[in-house]
């Protein structure tokens, strides 16, 4: 017997070790080596991917500014009710704020951070600062109103108050244009400061074209090359991949040298007699370039997929279509399609998801209105330097993004996702 | 009427080139009985299947006529020829239930809603599967997949339905069953079939006449008694069955038998004259193993041999006897293990004989 039964029912092995006990014993060194083998890569994702994405996101709710530079206006404020002004705890507690802060060179953070909120703001702290350092006795409530008025004013107080947390929402507020009123409610923002929602519906608009375009033109190549004797296909392949093992710089500013006003495509118009020398087109420098020069890039990212879905699908399916009745293009569409359908979802979830986020070609030739979500994150990491609002920005789009793929993981099914 | 409407399928003269050097089918003529069941049988590349495909349209015939029902359908396209077809993996759509993959030919020939359901269900219960309507493809198995297919191809009614090479997916057991499942079904509906396989037993089992294929021509046509008892040439008499081949040299003509020397010095046999013309050409003779007695009581056979047991294999039911005879050293008798049957050793000398009918002198 190779087994055993104990009192209560339970499987042992023949030394009496109970068999699941047994069994992961004898497992546990295959275990331990399967997570050795991929611990590198492991660590390696989590230093360069998780930790960056983690960090960026808690900047689009991290606000250490007032709360960390004036610790004693945060505390003064925390019992006042936002009525009336504060009293004159509080306005000491200002002047020493500033003038620590003033010694310690950060007060500027403060001043910018709340500039942010309420433009103007950097000129009342960096002013008040640079002469609160003159103060020596109080009262200080009527010194600090007169060095600037703003200090009057209940609203200021209100935002330096709502500001004092360590953690906040006007980032993720503000990046879907929203932003909060001096009574504290939420509310959209005038129109012409209205940015963020229009940029991330023209991202999402032109992704979806994109992908649509992609699916129209990768469909007859994939099948050609799925159909095609291996000799022919072999050489239609390299085509499909010659781009890809291009420089991405290299391919788009191509398409500057073809699309450009007084570039290739537009000459041979005008050769043509098509137009005219005053009606050249513009091609690049807005959403048409973006458009054409993305799908050109992402191409080969529904190709591949499509055809490795084609590649495994008989031809004896569309035979047996035809033998029952159905005329070729009614069997493509009942039959053929649907069988590539896990193909047609891969390629898209890939094109959707990578120029969701794409920065270098719009950038290149986007021109104004073909910029997209991401140009705007590399504009306030790199310009603005308002690194918590490209946080809250990035952070929307990863909410996106996942939810474009759990809806995807609904309908089609990310088991039945074949990538190249 | 049409003078050949007894013929539902008529091939004349039919070639085929891929290459346009070389012709894969010679010279095919065939006439199909309606609701006959014919099966193409023969060696992989022997064309049997390049012939069904020129029938269902997916392959064109490079010269020759192809006729089906009087008309020609050489410019016909695939899907107006009303033929239905089972494929050799079925080719289940697998994105569709059962019930959908039935309803889908008569979808296509935008049937009512009612009369599919009614055609679908009737066509379930005629290969039992009125339980597994709902079930995807892989969800059965492999003989349940058979099934369907062929409920497929019958659902809409077909003229004809074709056949390429259905069971070779499925074990020996369910093999066997299907053969019979499917000769029922023919049997029942009386639907014409054309049946291409490389399995001898299943057409011989199946069949009302067997095209047997060889080289891209048909080699021999007949009903599966006639094949096995009375093939026309060594080909046929290998393919079909187990056969035993002596080689000799024709030294008399009589009517329609022939005397022929066995070379390897093992004397004179007379043997029935099938395909040789004249005296001196060499000929093969072939035997049926199960044709062959031992040591039969003088007078019984016409032909004797000496033999030397080699080998001895039981099967159960009879034991093969490997025996030398004339310096062919793989001669096998099938001896019946019946119960007066009397046992050998290996190395023993034993007669063996013949009937001459049972020996026939064919092609070398």
Known sequence: MATSYSKVGEMTTNDGVPLKVSLQRSQRKLKIWAFLLVAPLLLFIIVSFIIPVVNMSLRGVENPQVHTIMPNVTKALARWEGVDLPDEATYAALVLDLQEGRKNKNIGKVASRLNYERSGMRRVISGSARKAVKLTEGPYKKQMIKIDKSWGDVAVWSLIKRESGQFTFSYLISAVDYRTNDQGNIEAKPENKQIYKALFGRTLIMSFTITAICILLAYPIAYLLATLPLAKSNLLMILVLLPFWTSLLVRTTTWIVLLQTQGVLNDVLVWMNIIDEAGRLQMIFNKTGTIVAMTHILLPFMILPLYSVMKTIPPTYMRAALSLGANPVVAFVRVYIPMTVSGIGAGSLLVFILSIGYYITPALVGGQSGLLISNMIAYHMQNSLNWGLAGALGFILLVIVMVFYSIFNKVIGIDKMKMG | ?364
Not at chain 2, 156 to 168: A, R
Not at chain 2, 244 to 252: C, E, S
Not at chain 2, 272 to 301: H, Q
Request: one cysteine or more.
């Open chain 2, 1 to 364: 009427m049409d003078s050949n409407s007894d013929f539902l399928v008529q091939f004349k003269n039919v070639q085929k080139s891929y290459d346009g050097v070389h012709l894969v089918v010679k010279d095919f003529n065939v006439d199909m009985v309606r609701g006959e069941f014919l099966t193409m049988l023969g060696p992989s590349g022997s064309g049997k299947t390049t012939c069904l495909m020129m029938l269902a349209g997916f392959e064109t015939a490079t010269s020759g006529e192809i006729i089906l029902d009087g008309q020609s359908i050489n410019n016909v396209a695939p899907h107006k020829r009303d033929i239905g077809m089972v494929f050799q993996n079925y080719a289940l759509f697998p994105h569709m239930s059962v019930a959908e993959n039935l309803a889908f030919p008569l979808q296509v020939r935008k049937m009512g809603k009612s009369e599919i359901t009614d055609k679908v269900n009737h066509a379930l219960k005629m290969v039992r599967l009125d339980n597994f309507a709902n079930r995807r493809p892989a969800q059965l198995s492999g003989g349940q997949q058979q099934r369907v297919a062929v409920a497929r191809a019958l659902v809409f009614e077909p003229k004809l339905v074709l056949m390429d090479e259905p069971l070779g997916a499925l074990d020996k057991n369910l093999r066997e069953e299907m053969q019979y499942e499917i000769k029922h079904i023919h049997e029942d509906l009386g639907v014409t079939m054309l049946y291409v396989t490389h399995d001898q037993v299943e057409a011989l089992t199946m069949s009302d006449r067997i095209a047997v294929f060889d080289d891209g021509i048909v080699q021999q046509l007949a009903t599966p008694h006639a094949l096995y008892d009375q093939p026309c040439n060594a080909f046929v008499a290998n393919f079909i069955g187990e056969n035993n081949r002596l080689m000799g040299k024709v030294i008399a003509i009589e009517g329609d038998t022939c005397r022929v020397e066995l070379s390897g010095g093992g004397g004179i046999v007379q043997a029935k004259k099938i395909n040789v013309d004249k005296v001196g050409d060499t000929t093969t003779l072939s035997l049926r193993p199960e044709r062959v007695l031992v040591n039969p009581a003088a007078g019984v056979c016409p032909n004797n041999c000496e033999a030397t047991v080699e080998e001895l294999i039981y099967h159960g039911d009879h034991t093969r006897t490997r025996v030398s005879i004339s310096g062919h050293t793989d001669f096998i008798i099938k001896v019946p293990n019946t119960h007066n049957q009397q046992h050998m050793q290996r190395g023993e000398k034993i007669t063996i004989g013949w009937d001459t009918d049972d020996c026939r002198a064919l092609d070398a």
